[in-house]
């Protein structure tokens, strides 16, 4: 028995790229999940083929990551594409009112990372050469040279989430895809360095199966993934929180008391919208002998929800017993008033 083992350049990959997307299963939608986008692939020790690999199997890793439901894929390999559209508006030659602006694309909480680790063929020759087959007619007379050849094809892809804020690489979120098949092997000399669209020959050889095997083995454990809010986020809405705290962190004042209905100087400017509390403080003030008011304290009094909230004012409706006056004090219900300057 004659032996050779060789795997071969990752440039067969591609066929996946353009054939593989209807070999995957198919995933729903959910509501504002973590944004996600996915990077080249790296191949070590391909050489030049390495590029061309590498943003071929980011694309099939969008198509296939953007049916999925728990993350929101953003595009990361035709950005210069996106430029050139945004370039157009800049140069005049769109519509002031259509063109695309910059500073309008969406961030990412995570990246998608991979990277192929094993692509090839093993094949075991059988006979080759040997002495031809005893017998009569065709068969005798054409099995002069019989050998038996048998591929065993293994497509192996580690791959891993980071989280783009920390550079954590997120528990759970990572793994290795091996896809293997036997069969007929692929005739790379053939191929030429051309693409595969189109081409059903690798797609239908074991190599080509065992690479969509691989694919989605990964789709499957990416989708049973329940990704939390990405330090991006997380961070951006504690900045939104915090500023819409200053917002609210300040002394209103009763405006108007029209029977049960209580206006403020409070809106929406100030960060405030329907539904949100409002205590209301009578003010005491403390003076000294000579008559002159050294420090205002403020009692609290009563409670309001808002009904009615405009920009610079708003409405709520006092459900309680007690007498309200114009030009007490209205603050945030969870704001101490004392903590206020």
């Known amino acids: 028995m004659n032996s050779h083992v060789s795997f071969r350049s990752i440039r067969s990959l591609l066929a996946v790229l353009a054939l593989g997307a209807s070999c995957l299963p198919g995933i729903g939608a959910d509501k504002q999940p973590p944004t996600i986008v996915v990077a080249k692939t790296e191949a070590p020790r391909i050489g030049y083929w390495q590029p061309a690999m590498g943003d071929g199997l980011a694309q099939m890793m969008i198509t296939e990551l953007n049916k999925l439901d728990n993350v929101k894929v953003l595009e990361s390999v035709a950005l210069d594409d996106l430029r050139t559209e945004r370039n157009l508006g800049e140069n005049g030659e769109v519509a002031a009112g259509e063109a695309v602006k910059k500073g309008q694309w969406k961030g990412a909480d995570y990246t998608f990372k991979s990277v192929v680790t094993r692509f090839g063929s093993k094949e075991s020759n059988y006979g080759g050469g040997g002495?031809?087959?005893?017998?009569?007619?065709?068969?005798?007379?054409?099995?002069?040279?019989?050998s038996v050849k048998k591929s065993e094809n293994e497509v192996q892809i580690d791959w891993r989430i980071v989280d783009n804020a920390t550079r954590?690489?997120?528990?759970?979120?990572?793994?290795?895809?091996?896809?293997?098949?036997?069969?007929?092997?692929?005739?790379?000399?053939?191929?030429?360095?051309?693409?595969?669209?189109?081409?059903?020959?690798?797609?239908?050889?074991?190599?080509g199966k065992a690479t969509v095997k691989a694919?989605?083995?990964?789709?499957?454990?990416?989708?049973?993934?329940?990704?939390?809010?990405?330090g991006r986020s997380t961070s951006a809405a504690s900045e939104e929180q915090k500023a819409q705290a200053s917002l609210r962190k300040i002394r209103g004042t009763v405006e108007l008391v029209d029977?049960?209905?209580?206006?403020?100087?409070?809106?929406t400017k100030n960060g405030f919208a329907k539904g949100d509390k409002i205590k209301l403080y009578q003010p005491i003030e403390k003076k000294n002998q000579q008559g002159k008011v050294v420090l205002t304290t403020y009692k609290a009094v009563a409670e309001i929800e808002l009904v009615k909230v405009q920009k610079d004012k708003s409405m709520g409706v006092d459900m309680g017993s007690a007498t309200i006056a114009e030009g007490w004090a209205a603050v945030d219900a969870a704001i101490d008033i004392d903590s206020i300057e």
């Not at 692929?186 to 690798?202: L, Q, V």
């Not at 989605?216 to 939390?228: G, T, W, Y």
């Not at 029977?259 to 809106?267: A, P, Q």
């Open 131 to 146: 002495a031809p087959l005893p017998g009569r007619g065709i068969l005798g007379g054409l099995a002069g040279s019989f």
């Open 168 to 207: 954590e690489v997120v528990k759970g979120a990572s793994g290795s895809a091996v896809g293997m098949e036997k069969g007929g092997g692929f005739n790379f000399g053939s191929w030429g360095g051309h693409g595969f669209a189109g081409d059903r020959e690798f797609m239908d050889s074991a190599l």
């Open 215 to 230: 694919i989605a083995q990964i789709v499957e454990s990416v989708k049973a993934i329940q990704l939390a809010p990405g």
């Open 259 to 267: 029977g049960k209905e209580i206006w403020v100087s409070l809106g």
